[in-house]
């Protein structure tokens, strides 16, 4: 399936389906030691990011907001847990690095206010712009490293992130069904994407810096991601996406 409208009760068949996967076993396949420490306490940041949303399901079950169903809730429900495996594949990593779990962090504390600001459309807002990051930072994070297990790990949830992207997508489309709310949708989605990047380009600039990774290029992807996202909720057709952002057989990439 490419990136057309999926029904409710297919993402949570298509979330269901891979919630089977187990969990990957790292190993020292690499001198992880020889990797900059800011690579650590990055992934650790993006590990507390990955490890909220309970909320967000109960939610999902019971609002009363249109073109929603109880498929709805149950991917979300997926969706979530698709996270967590997530924050458990980053732990195993930031282990794997020598680095530290943490219990706290200032951006942490942002994206989950932005989350509780309103209701569920905005908290899905706030995700879309989680997944723009996520897709784009763990991507260039990972074509920064030498061939090894933990790059693999981090492609593997660039792919997952991907789908989340269309997933939520797919829910702010079906809430945008207005002229008036399509407007609203882009001011505050831009509002979202500008200062999202700020932030996240100020708390990761370490491992950004080490790393070899130029701001310009972190911003470009980022710009790219937002631009689709935003397109796909306006319901435009995908001819009106750009080649680079097409899709390949399974979703968007943007390489
Ligand atoms: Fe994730
Ligand atoms: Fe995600």
Same mark, same amino acid.
């Given at each position: 399936?490419?990136?057309?409208?999926?029904?409710?009760?297919?993402?949570?068949?298509?979330?269901?389906?891979?919630?089977?996967?187990?969990?990957?076993?790292?190993?020292?396949?690499?001198?992880?030691?020889?990797?900059?420490?800011?690579?650590?306490?990055?992934?650790?940041?993006?590990?507390?990011?990955?490890?909220?949303?309970?909320?967000?399901?109960?939610?999902?079950?019971?609002?009363?907001?249109?073109?929603?169903?109880?498929?709805?809730?149950?991917?979300?429900? %997926? &969706?979530?847990?698709?996270?967590? !495996?997530?924050?458990?594949?980053? #732990?195993?990593?930031? *282990? @794997?690095?020598?680095?530290?779990?943490?219990?706290?962090?200032?951006?942490?504390?942002?994206?989950?206010?932005?989350?509780?600001?309103?209701?569920?459309?905005?908290?899905?807002?706030?995700?879309?712009?989680?997944?723009?990051?996520?897709?784009?930072?763990?991507?260039?994070?990972?074509?920064?490293?030498?061939?090894?297990?933990?790059?693999?790990?981090?492609?593997?949830?660039?792919?997952?992130?991907?789908?989340?992207? %269309? &997933?939520?997508?797919?829910?702010? !489309?079906?809430?945008?069904?207005? #002229?008036?709310?399509? *407007? @609203?949708?882009?001011?505050?989605?831009?509002?979202?994407?500008?200062?999202?990047?700020?932030?996240?380009?100020?708390?990761?600039?370490?491992?950004?810096?080490?790393?070899?990774?130029?701001?310009?290029?972190?911003?470009?992807?980022?710009?790219?991601?937002?631009?689709?996202?935003?397109?796909?909720?306006?319901?435009?057709?995908?001819?009106?996406?750009?080649?680079?952002?097409?899709?390949?057989?399974?979703?968007?990439?943007?390489?």
């Amino acid at each position: 399936m490419g990136i057309e409208h999926r029904t409710w009760q297919g993402w949570e068949k298509f979330f269901a389906d891979r919630s089977t996967r187990a969990l990957p076993a790292l190993r020292q396949d690499l001198d992880y030691s020889a990797l900059p420490k800011s690579l650590a306490r990055s992934l650790a940041i993006f590990q507390l990011g990955e490890s909220g949303g309970g909320t967000i399901v109960a939610q999902s079950f019971c609002n009363s907001l249109h073109g929603l169903n109880q498929h709805y809730g149950t991917a979300m429900a %997926y &969706f979530v847990e698709e996270e967590h !495996r997530h924050a458990n594949i980053l #732990a195993m990593c930031v *282990r @794997l690095l020598g680095g530290n779990l943490i219990g706290n962090n200032w951006t942490a504390r942002l994206f989950v206010f932005a989350r509780r600001l309103i209701g569920l459309r905005l908290k899905v807002l706030v995700l879309l712009a989680a997944e723009v990051v996520g897709i784009c930072y763990y991507h260039l994070l990972a074509v920064h490293l030498p061939q090894s297990r933990l790059r693999e790990q981090l492609l593997e949830i660039v792919e997952d992130e991907r789908s989340h992207l %269309y &997933f939520h997508c797919d829910f702010l !489309r079906v809430q945008t069904p207005t #002229a008036w709310r399509k *407007r @609203l949708f882009v001011w505050i989605w831009r509002l979202v994407m500008v200062s999202a990047s700020v932030v996240v380009l100020l708390d990761h600039r370490r491992a950004i810096s080490d790393l070899g990774i130029g701001k310009r290029q972190v911003l470009a992807r980022w710009k790219s991601y937002s631009q689709l996202a935003e397109r796909l909720v306006l319901r435009n057709s995908v001819r009106d996406i750009p080649q680079s952002l097409q899709c390949d057989s399974s979703f968007g990439r943007c390489d």
